[in-house]
């Protein structure tokens, strides 16, 4: 088959339908079973992977391979999420105990390999930090009560310095390290995250994680630890999920679907503090723009029905 360009095709005239081109990277569509996503070599050897798993989405089912498939976590670390750092319980929080509760074991089950992709900046990477990062984390917004001036204040610590001691909600403190600077306590993952990942690592498929100095996970491109490690997988499927869900999460679910990869948002996986139009905005387009919408729970009901077949 030639390797050029396929049009996309009226699903009116087929039963399956090719999207994308052959040569390189495709899918299939099926009005009655919908989207298939798991890359075999050519259309005409579909289906072709051995274990299959099917998830619900706000729009159209979607069938991935599981031994293509990677779960993302971003951000789910004490910056984010430890009380010592002055964070209530609210959406990250829930996300947190979904992915504990129903993601992971869904994913283990699956063979879905799982990847905390979280904030680890090195000493050369702060030397060529942009400003925004700075002005992101050292600046506060001012309430309006308080304004004098500018809606913006400086805060006491920057990127890479020193954050002091901690105290935890039982009175005791640990040193919090530099702030966002790579194995400090502030960058370490958070609590049953950090337990889940190092329970996972005497096991056949051990947790991974990357470390990154941007919002996204997959700002450089093709040169990233990340990105040696997915297509080493062979991985081609991503399901995205962690804090916050309109910055780090999405800037890194948009460069990973602009470099080819289908990108499934699991909402219920993911917890921010913005304005619910934030929120719904990624929801909206992770549909429409960027591949698809799903859930943690979702995943969970697709291993569940897998298993009363041999697809897994």
Same mark, same amino acid.
């Given at each position: 088959?030639?390797?050029?360009?396929?049009?996309?095709v009226?699903?009116?005239?087929?039963?399956?339908?090719?999207?994308?081109?052959?040569?390189?990277?495709?899918?299939?569509?099926s009005?009655?079973?919908?989207?298939d996503?798991?890359?075999?070599?050519?259309?005409e050897?579909?289906?072709?992977?051995?274990?299959?798993?099917?998830?619900a989405?706000?729009?159209?089912?979607?069938?991935?391979?599981?031994?293509?498939?990677?779960?993302?976590?971003?951000?789910?670390?004490?910056?984010?999420?430890?009380?010592?750092m002055?964070?209530?319980?609210?959406?990250?929080?829930?996300?947190?105990?979904?992915?504990?509760?129903?993601?992971?074991?869904?994913?283990r089950?699956a063979?879905?390999?799982i990847?905390?992709?979280?904030?680890?900046?090195?000493?050369?990477e702060?030397?060529?930090?942009?400003?925004v990062?700075?002005?992101?984390?050292?600046?506060?917004?001012?309430?309006a009560?308080?304004?004098?001036?500018?809606?913006? &204040?400086k805060?006491?610590?920057?990127?890479?310095?020193?954050?002091?001691?901690v105290?935890?909600?039982?009175?005791t403190?640990?040193?919090?390290?530099?702030m966002?600077?790579?194995?400090?306590?502030?960058t370490?993952?958070?609590?049953g995250?950090? &337990?889940s990942f190092?329970?996972?690592?005497?096991?056949?498929?051990?947790?991974?994680?990357?470390h990154?100095?941007?919002?996204?996970?997959?700002?450089?491109?093709?040169?990233?630890?990340l990105?040696?490690?997915?297509?080493?997988?062979?991985?081609?499927?991503?399901l995205?999920?962690?804090?916050n869900t309109?910055?780090?999460?999405?800037?890194?679910?948009?460069?990973?679907?602009?470099?080819?990869?289908?990108?499934?948002?699991?909402r219920?996986?993911?917890?921010?503090?913005?304005?619910?139009?934030?929120?719904?905005?990624?929801?909206?387009?992770?549909? &429409?723009?960027?591949?698809?919408?799903?859930?943690?729970?979702?995943?969970?009901?697709?291993?569940?029905?897998?298993?009363?077949?041999?697809?897994l």
């Open positions: 088959m030639s390797a050029g360009p396929s049009p996309i009226d699903s009116t005239t087929a039963t399956t339908v090719l999207v994308g081109n052959a040569g390189s990277n495709f899918w299939l569509f009005p009655s079973t919908g989207w996503l798991t890359h075999p070599p050519s259309p050897e579909s289906p072709p992977a051995r274990r299959r798993l099917t998830l989405t706000t729009t159209a089912p979607i069938t991935v391979d599981p031994d293509k498939t990677a779960l993302i976590v971003i951000d789910m670390q004490n910056f984010f999420l430890s009380p010592a002055g964070r209530s319980p609210g959406p990250g929080h829930d996300a947190e105990g979904l992915l504990l509760s129903t993601a992971f074991p869904a994913a089950e063979g879905i390999r990847a905390h992709v979280t904030w680890g900046i090195t000493d050369e702060l030397a060529v930090l942009p400003p990062l700075f002005r992101g984390f050292g600046y506060n917004q001012v309430p009560a308080d304004k004098e001036g500018f809606d913006e &204040k805060g006491t610590k920057d990127v890479g310095q020193d954050m002091g001691a105290t935890f909600p039982d009175g403190t640990v040193a919090a390290g530099r966002l600077m790579q194995d400090e306590w502030n370490a993952l958070h609590g995250m950090q &337990k190092d329970d996972s690592q005497g096991t056949a498929a051990p947790q991974v994680r990357f990154k100095s941007r919002l996204s996970g997959f700002w450089a491109g093709g040169s990233s630890e990105m040696d490690y997915l297509r080493e997988q062979h991985i081609t499927t991503l995205f999920t962690g804090v309109d910055q780090c999460v999405l800037a890194s679910l948009q460069d990973a679907c602009n470099l080819g990869f289908d990108t499934i948002l699991l219920d996986g993911c917890g921010t503090n913005s304005p619910d139009y934030a929120r719904l905005m990624v929801e909206f387009n992770g549909r &429409k723009s960027w591949g698809f919408v799903s859930s943690c729970k979702d995943l969970a009901e697709g291993v569940k029905a897998a298993r009363q077949t041999p697809s």
